[in-house]
């Protein structure tokens, strides 16, 4: 088991050196930094002089592995665009970006699996067919659009939602939270459904397709013979044997609710890292975009790793198999 774990670990290191060195060739082919960060008063020695002091006169493999030595302690320097530290821009726009994503992630488990249970249990009703069409819908319509929609229904229209921004927040030391005011979670209900559409379609299916395996498993006919109610067949056996797929997309799915929640965030103006990551693209923030992908990079990874490792603890097999 030990060594299983040490296998992971080392190629996720390997992973994210990879990524470091896209993140690094973004620094140093994206832009000239001195370029960026200079006015036009700056004189030419002023120049070689910042040049010299953020170490762009070294050579290749030194300057990589200082930029691999600073991203592991957290120091991803300094923001073109307004002079402060990369690493807190990331941490005021990470809360709201959490809070964005945790919403998501239990509207699509509270709504995904009951959808999923139902339309496996109750084949060809009229109610199966339209979640069945409202599933397709939502993998066909990108995000964008569904936050447009949202908006011109529940804010243009019907005035009863926020079409933008977080609302207020309330500091609970660094962390910011917008679930203890009125406004703050009223703010989240647009931009939660939006973001989770896709998610609950993935899993209203991945758990309509394992119900429909189980159900035809042997110790489902046996419970059933044994004159077991429905209802404890349903959602105490077969649906305990739904779960395991469904953790583990959703805890992979996370990642990708952060690293895409940027399309969502700028259609509602969300303060989050993907607002905070488009303006670094518009203004050619080249520290900020490269912090972002490392930190978003690291997530993937470290989530990817811990659900490898936990089969590895449950399933004796899988370690087997990697030997």
Same mark, same amino acid.
């Given at each position: 088991?030990?060594?299983?774990?040490?296998?992971?670990?080392? *190629?996720?290191?390997? @992973?994210?050196? !990879?990524?470091? /060195?896209?993140?690094?060739?973004?620094?140093?082919?994206?832009?000239?930094?001195?370029?960026?960060?200079?006015?036009?008063?700056?004189?030419?020695?002023?120049?070689?002089?910042?040049?010299?002091?953020?170490?762009?006169?070294?050579?290749?493999? =030194?300057?990589?592995?200082?930029?691999?030595?600073? !991203? @592991?302690?957290?120091?991803?320097?300094? &923001?073109?665009?307004? $002079?402060?530290?990369?690493?807190?821009?990331?941490?005021?726009?990470?809360?709201?970006?959490?809070?964005?994503?945790? @919403?998501?992630? /239990?509207?699509?488990?509270?709504?995904?699996?009951?959808?999923?249970?139902?339309?496996?249990? #109750?084949?060809?009703?009229?109610?199966?067919?339209?979640?069945?069409?409202? &599933?397709?819908?939502?993998?066909?319509?990108?995000?964008?659009?569904? $936050?447009?929609?949202?908006?011109?229904?529940?804010? @243009?229209?019907?005035?009863?939602?926020?079409?933008?921004?977080?609302?207020?927040?309330?500091?609970?030391?660094?962390?910011?939270? $917008?679930?203890?005011? #009125? &406004?703050?979670?009223? !703010?989240?209900?647009?931009?939660?459904?939006?973001?989770?559409?896709?998610?609950?379609? /993935?899993?209203?299916?991945?758990?309509?397709?394992?119900?429909?395996?189980?159900?035809?498993?042997?110790?489902?006919?046996?419970?059933? !013979?044994?004159?077991?109610?429905?209802?404890?067949?349903?959602?105490? #056996?077969?649906?305990?044997?739904?779960?395991?797929?469904?953790? =583990?997309?959703?805890?992979? *799915?996370?990642?990708?609710?952060?690293?895409?929640?940027?399309?969502?965030?700028?259609?509602?103006?969300?303060?989050?890292?993907?607002?905070?990551?488009?303006?670094?693209?518009?203004?050619?923030?080249?520290?900020?975009?490269?912090?972002?992908?490392?930190?978003?990079?690291?997530?993937?990874?470290? /989530?990817?790793?811990?659900?490898?490792? =936990?089969?590895?603890?449950?399933?004796?097999?899988?370690?087997?198999?990697?030997?």
């Amino acid at each position: 088991m030990l060594v299983f774990i040490i296998k992971r670990l080392a *190629n996720a290191a390997m @992973v994210m050196l !990879a990524v470091a /060195l896209l993140a690094f060739m973004i620094f140093r082919f994206a832009g000239d930094p001195v370029e960026l960060m200079a006015n036009e008063q700056m004189s030419q020695i002023d120049r070689d002089a910042l040049r010299e002091r953020l170490g762009l006169n070294d050579g290749f493999i =030194t300057q990589y592995a200082r930029f691999v030595s600073d !991203a @592991v302690q957290g120091n991803f320097g300094i &923001s073109y665009r307004n $002079g402060q530290e990369v690493l807190g821009l990331i941490a005021e726009s990470f809360p709201a970006t959490m809070e964005l994503v945790i @919403v998501a992630t /239990l509207l699509s488990l509270i709504i995904g699996i009951p959808m999923g249970v139902i339309t496996a249990i #109750h084949r060809g009703k009229w109610y199966t067919e339209l979640f069945q069409f409202t &599933s397709i819908i939502g993998v066909s319509l990108p995000s964008f659009v569904v $936050g447009i929609l949202l908006i011109l229904l529940f804010s @243009v229209t019907l005035g009863w939602l926020p079409a933008f921004g977080r609302g207020d927040v309330v500091q609970l030391g660094w962390w910011s939270t $917008g679930f203890l005011t #009125h &406004s703050g979670r009223m !703010a989240l209900i647009l931009p939660s459904i939006a973001l989770s559409l896709y998610q609950i379609t /993935l899993i209203m299916r991945l758990v309509r397709a394992e119900m429909l395996e189980t159900l035809r498993s042997d110790f489902v006919k046996f419970a059933r !013979a044994r004159g077991i109610p429905r209802y404890r067949i349903y959602f105490r #056996h077969a649906l305990r044997n739904c779960l395991m797929p469904v953790v =583990t997309m959703t805890a992979m *799915n996370i990642g990708s609710l952060i690293a895409f929640a940027l399309i969502t965030e700028t259609v509602f103006q969300w303060p989050g890292m993907g607002m905070l990551f488009i303006q670094a693209v518009t203004f050619i923030d080249i520290p900020v975009m490269a912090a972002y992908l490392c930190i978003v990079s690291f997530i993937f990874v470290a /989530l990817n790793t811990l659900v490898d490792i =936990t089969y590895a603890v449950i399933d004796p097999r899988l370690r087997a198999l990697t030997r």
